[in-house]
């Protein structure tokens, strides 16, 4: 889908960002929901040493 949308970056880029955006987006949307899921379990997320 991003490489049909470079021919007409130029007048419309919303058919770049978009499709671009979207795997951001997945990957913070399950950041946040992994993180929520980790402090209702009481889990530690600090993993230090």
């Known amino acids: ?3 049909e949308a470079m021919g007409v970056v130029s007048t ?3 058919f770049l960002l978009l ?3 979207m ?3 997945l990957i913070v949307g399950l ?3 992994v ?3 980790a402090r209702a379990l009481g889990a530690d ?3 230090g040493a």
């Open 19 to 21: 499709p671009a955006l």
């Open 31 to 33: 950041n946040f929901l």
């Open 1 to 3: 889908m991003v490489q």
């Open 12 to 14: 419309d880029p919303w």
């Open 23 to 25: 795997p951001a987006s």
């Open 45 to 47: 997320a600090g993993g």
């Open 35 to 37: 993180d929520g899921m």
